[in-house]
């Protein structure tokens, strides 16, 4: 029998790679999004403004995704009222209908920039920040969630720098532009270790491992394991902005250029991983490769599969 999956804020950059996933998987996948674009030919896309519209789901709807982020998280407080209505409001709006409409799991995208700034791994009882208005956002949803999701299976995914093909204006993408134009990227050390030359670490996530991972969720559930409320979703390697540049570098074929900026940083964005991988045990793409085929895909790398001076 075939899985009914919602997914709402189908349309982002997430969404459509879930959209994609579920449906290669053969599930029945009903996308929700405050625009009209579609995230898939042959999936039914009902708009819902957050801010405005109830949402509702249908009676066979087993899982809800709720994805939906606003694109506003750094306009804080001047955009407050779209970053909470989508950040919370709407999750709570969706809650709210799946528990009427039966739904038995719900998972709610939140961000590893939630944790306090911290240089060592985060796990998922680390202190929260509510001095960000994104991360407040986030925490607010989180919480305001945990007391109206019963008697649903509520999972709050906590991920960290998902990245992938058709991203733009992250970490990766912003990156990745300044070779190209032959800009430098700066790097700054660390207050605990003055001679650092690679700068900010990040675990970074490559946007169909994090399909696979919300997926394998779902599938966990569905076999009846009890999940925790919080999991944090990421790459296990982290990765270091010289390493970032340098990789980007090597893959367009145009050196990376390096400068030290000012002062020192006080913080990496690093997960511990520990609760993922005592659930989930899958193989991650390789920064190298992930990389490799995002920029393939914006015609920024060579396409190597069809090199056939190299084959034998």
Not at 115 to 133: A, C, K, T, W
Request: hydrophobic residues 40%; proline residues 6%; aromatic residues 8%.
């Amino acid at each position: 029998m075939s899985q009914h999956v919602a997914i709402v804020g189908a349309t982002g950059f997430l969404g459509r790679a879930l959209t994609r996933h579920f449906t290669l998987r053969g599930a029945k996948v009903h996308g929700y999004s405050s625009t009209k674009a579609r995230a898939n030919d042959d999936t039914p896309l009902t708009q819902f403004d957050a801010a405005h519209d109830e949402i509702h789901f249908p009676e066979e709807t087993k899982a809800v995704f709720y994805l939906a982020q606003s694109p506003f998280y750094r306009e804080f407080p001047s955009r407050a009222e779209h970053l909470i209505a989508v950040n919370v409001l709407g999750a709570i709006k969706a809650a709210r209908a799946a528990v009427e409409a039966g739904v038995s799991f719900f998972f709610y995208a939140s961000t590893g920039n939630v944790y306090r700034p911290s240089l060592q791994p985060l796990r998922e009882d680390h202190p929260v920040r509510r001095d960000n208005g994104y991360a407040l956002s986030k925490v607010m949803a989180e919480e305001s969630l945990a007391l109206v999701s019963a008697p649903m299976q509520l999972v709050v995914g906590r991920i960290f720098g998902l990245f992938g093909p058709g991203q733009s204006g992250m970490l990766v993408p912003n990156i990745c532009n300044r070779i190209r134009q032959g800009q430098p990227v700066q790097f700054v050390p660390s207050t605990q270790e003055p001679a650092d030359r690679d700068g900010l670490r990040v675990s970074l996530c490559y946007v169909d491992d994090a399909c696979r991972c919300l997926s394998g969720l779902l599938d966990l559930h569905s076999e009846g394991v009890e999940l925790p409320s919080t999991i944090n979703i990421a790459g296990d390697e982290p990765i270091s902005i010289r390493q970032l540049a340098e990789e980007c570098g090597r893959i367009i074929g145009k050196p990376a250029v390096i400068e030290q900026g000012d002062g020192t940083r006080t913080f990496d964005l690093i997960s511990d991983n520990s609760r993922l991988q005592e659930l989930i045990v899958s193989e991650q793409t390789p920064f190298s490769t992930a990389l490799e085929k995002t920029l393939r895909s914006e015609g920024s790398a060579p396409d190597r599969s069809r090199d056939w001076s190299k084959a034998g």
